[in-house]
């Protein structure tokens, strides 16, 4: 057994993985051998699971994955795409990334395997898609599936929370564990009535996901998101007046206290927030409403005159 499998105390791999497809993510072609992460159908269209299930909390968000080189190099993607840096991801999936970057324990990973690049690991890149969260709750990012290579399968739930949970990265809470899939009633968690609170905010979650340990998984939705509809045009300095306030811009200092505190840091800092918080505001089809880099721009103007006192 490798030393990634003894980080994953309570998995034995030994069993063979069905991939089934997810409706919290975009099919995408595997880009830079960064694995494409398992799809989930709705829970409603779902076959019979087995053994027992895994019931988590499902936030909004756009799927978010990454692997690390045994250097500590990490290649992020999306569904669509590859990158090499935290600063080069869209920027809807940009506090996702610097999440990873920072939180990620490269240590514990490189400690349990010399071949940290045969893993992918999966998730979703928290943002307002409708649902309104608090922010400091919710991380950025949360984990959801971890790919073994060497294995040739996905990790049952409870081994890919435990892989998170060692390399200091926040994962789905669960609303259920190792519950019999046979004396269980998922119909449930299809009824807005009857989806438990969320973790995240008040009022009840979003989304579930359901896993057992074979594969098979599904997804409800109690609180549909959505992809915006075309905003209204605004002006990049419009934008930036309502967006970044001098109330916003104190607390993003604030919040990268010891971090930097450049203009240009503070504002990439602001507008990654911003994007993840306002997403449904601010995002037609996945694009920004207007030329992204005079946002950036005006936000940086804003930023300046407040760390000048003007």
């Known amino acids: 057994m490798s030393r990634f499998s003894a980080l994953i105390t309570l998995v034995s791999l030994n069993h063979t ?30 076959d019979a699971f087995s053994g027992h299930v895994w ?23 999306t569904p669509d795409e590859s ?24 240590d514990a990973l490189t400690a349990a395997t010399a071949a940290t690049d045969d893993i992918t690991f999966c998730g979703i890149a928290t943002r307002n898609e409708g649902v309104a969260y608090d922010w400091d709750a919710l991380a950025p990012f949360v984990g959801t599936d971890v790919w073994s290579g060497r294995h040739g399968q996905y990790l049952s739930p409870d081994a890919a929370t435990g892989v998170f949970d ?55 939705w109690a609180v549909e998101a959505s992809d915006t509809s075309s905003p209204d045009q605004q002006s990049a300095s419009a ?39 306002a997403y449904v505001e601010l995002f037609a089809g996945g694009a920004f409403v207007g030329p992204l880099a005079d946002f950036e721009s005006a936000v940086a103007e804003r930023v300046q005159r407040h760390q000048s006192g003007a």
């Open 17 to 46: 993985f069905r991939v089934s497809p997810t409706a919290f993510t975009t099919t995408g072609a595997v880009t830079r051998d960064v694995k494409q992460c398992p799809e989930t159908p709705a829970l409603a269209d779902t």
């Open 55 to 77: 019931v988590q909390e499902l936030p909004t968000g756009g799927q978010f994955r990454f692997t690390v080189a045994p250097s500590g190099f990490v290649t992020f993607a």
């Open 83 to 106: 990158f090499e840096t935290a600063a080069s991801v869209p920027v809807s999936f940009r506090r996702a990334a610097h999440h990873i970057e920072t939180r990620l324990d490269r």
């Open 166 to 220: 060692r390399l200091g990265l926040p994962t789905l809470p669960a609303i259920e564990k190792e519950q019999p899939a046979a004396h269980t009633d998922l119909t449930r968690f299809t009824e807005p009535a009857t989806v438990p609170p969320s973790a995240w905010r008040d009022g009840p979650a979003a989304g579930v996901l359901v896993r057992d340990k074979d594969g098979g998984r599904g997804a409800a």
């Open 239 to 277: 934008l930036a007046a309502t967006y970044a306030t001098a109330d916003r811009i104190e607390q993003t200092v604030q919040a990268m206290a010891g971090d930097g505190t450049s203009v240009s840091e503070i504002r990439d800092r602001l507008v990654a927030d911003i994007a993840r918080e």
